[in-house]
């Protein structure tokens, strides 16, 4: 594993010696490597390539390869799903991640095998030796990791899709998979209780060394499951089995049961730190934890401070990188909270915060990046995303030899998230027009916040007719609420497993918008350019609607 890592390494870092160099020859490859596809050959790679510069080839790229979103990309995307090969890429993907997009259909992100293999494969290898560097104990007990199911089911022509973070988990290295708490096929379960439970029992048996998931609410929900489950999970250790009124595949349950065995002795020990404690943390059962690692980034924070004092003194908490279903941008390598973007796998554009509601944004090159400064960032990828907006706002935080670090802020252009599950102000819009439709409550203005003290949304909401009550205001909220969870896969998902509480409904006083507007404007705010999304997280014009509601 030092090994590998240590190659990893070098080649990263190496890539930092000169970034635009590093930048411009990747994207001659990938250029090289679709120039016959059929999106290849319709934005013109060849000629592309025909640069006789560095600087030509950007200027070409950018001239014939508009900015893209997934709704863009979405036809060549579906022409993979149903069979057809070199659309966006060579042959066909290994698999998609699937993940939440504006619009009610998910999106389905193709993964090549080269982008596999060198990405979740050779990369996964430096970010596990990482710990190591960090601990040399991570690996020395347990490991605890909560990742999506691997593979979720099939698109139309037979390729699976599935969690790009199962899929990682399901690959690590022989000696890692050795040290899992729980086996992969725990990620079947489809139960979020039922899967929980399991996680946790299997979890707490053994003394964990490394705690792993994306999102720190993750976390907070392990503590408190714990906590609820503590004295069957004990009783439960004692014997050897798993409580026989849980629900899951018998399969599942076969490959669980063979793993297990009577543990008197470590029942004994939760028992007493029950008895010490009263509310358990994993300080008291996982007192030689090395790293928990997640996110600290953006709205995580909140979560980060319910887990203060949780975790031994000693344990390190490393951010867990700047990760999305369609790009793996780079590790943390510093320790700190700072990612260090793989220049030499993927290529990079940005356009700077303040030029974002340009017509025509200057798009810029990882080369002149400013630390200090925010940007949205654009990605190229071998698996067929070009020019890719990522809808991200991230700041750089400076350079790791020579390549620019970066922390992530928030989501841009009417995508709010509280704990990964991205809702797009067009699917709230979506939703409150179905609840419309199916109550017959006509909504004159609503809007809606993001409340990450209480990890849940609140929704407003002024009625066209006066005499709507708050009881039918909840109702149609339900609705709302519904709709989401079928529009969006990661808020759905999201909500089953407690980490996005039920959203709250409230009524607005007759034009609360006009008075909003009037608010703003003695405040400052210019009248012609007054624009309001309807989805936010913005605690300041949430005050201000938390003013507007009928007493």
Not at 91 to 106: H, L
Not at 246 to 262: Q, W
Not at 386 to 403: A, K, S
């Amino acid at each position: 594993m030092h090994f590998v890592g240590f190659l990893q390494r070098r080649a990263l870092y190496k890539s930092g010696k000169n970034v635009k160099k590093t930048q411009a020859n990747l994207l001659r490859e990938i250029l090289a490597y679709a120039k016959d596809t059929v999106y290849g050959k319709e934005h013109n790679f060849s000629a592309i390539l025909a640069a006789k510069s560095d600087d030509e080839l950007f200027k070409l790229y950018k001239q014939n390869v508009k900015d893209n979103d997934y709704e863009d990309l979405r036809p060549y995307i579906n022409r993979h799903t149903h069979g057809e090969e070199d659309i966006l890429f060579p042959g066909k993907p290994k698999m998609y991640a699937t993940t939440s997009g504006t619009t009610a259909e998910p999106k389905w992100i193709p993964i090549t095998y080269k982008y596999f293999s060198d990405v979740y494969g050779k990369m996964n290898k430096l970010w596990l030796d990482n710990f190591i560097c960090q601990n040399p104990d991570a690996f020395k007990g347990g490991v605890v990791t909560i990742v999506g199911k691997a593979i979720e089911g099939n698109a139309p022509d037979g390729t699976v899709y599935g969690s790009v973070s199962g899929v990682s988990f399901t690959n690590c290295p022989p000696f890692v998979q050795k040290v899992y708490s729980a086996p992969p096929v725990t990620f079947e379960i489809s139960d979020y209780k039922v899967r929980n439970y399991v996680l946790f029992r299997l979890g707490i048996e053994f003394n964990t060394t490394l705690l792993l998931t994306a999102n720190p609410s993750t976390f907070v929900e392990m503590q408190n499951n714990i906590n609820a489950n503590y004295d069957d999970f004990v009783k439960d250790i004692e014997n050897g089995t798993i409580k026989k009124d849980l629900e899951m595949p018998a399969h599942v349950r076969t490959a669980l049961e063979a793993r297990l065995k009577p543990n008197p002795e470590r029942a004994a020990e939760l028992r007493k730190l029950k008895e010490e404690h009263g509310f358990v943390l994993p300080k008291h059962y996982w007192p030689d934890l090395a790293i928990a690692a997640t996110w600290h980034c953006g709205n995580t924070k909140r979560y980060l401070d319910k887990l203060t004092d949780s975790f031994p003194e000693t344990c390190g908490q490393p951010e867990f990188g700047y990760f999305a279903s369609e790009c793996r941008a780079g590790l943390v390598m510093n320790g700190k909270d700072d990612t260090t973007l793989f220049a030499h796998m993927h290529f990079f554009e940005f356009i700077h915060a303040e030029d974002l509601e340009n017509e025509n944004p200057e798009f810029l090159t990882l080369d002149q990046l400013e630390k200090g400064k925010r940007y949205c960032m654009y990605v190229t990828t071998w698996s067929g995303l070009y020019r890719y907006n990522m809808n991200d706002l991230v700041e750089v935080t400076g350079f790791d030899h020579g390549i620019p670090t970066i922390q992530f802020i928030q989501k841009v252009n009417g995508i709010v998230t509280l704990t990964g599950e991205k809702l797009h102000e067009r699917q709230f819009m979506m939703a409150v027009k179905d609840a419309e439709e199916q109550t017959g409550l006509k909504i004159r203005f609503h809007i809606g916040f993001a409340d990450a003290e209480r990890s849940g949304y609140d929704f407003y909401y002024e009625f066209e007719d006066r005499s709507v009550t708050q009881e039918q205001c909840e109702a149609f909220n339900n609705i709302v609420d519904e709709r989401l969870k079928k529009i969006n896969i990661e808020y759905e998902a999201k909500r089953n497993s407690f980490r996005v509480k039920d959203p709250q409904a409230f009524r607005l006083i007759e034009n609360s918008f006009e008075t909003f507007k009037a608010q703003c404007i003695a405040e400052g705010a210019r009248d012609g350019q007054f624009k309001l999304m309807l989805l936010l997280n913005d605690e300041k014009r949430h005050a201000k609607f938390k003013n507007l509601v009928v007493k």
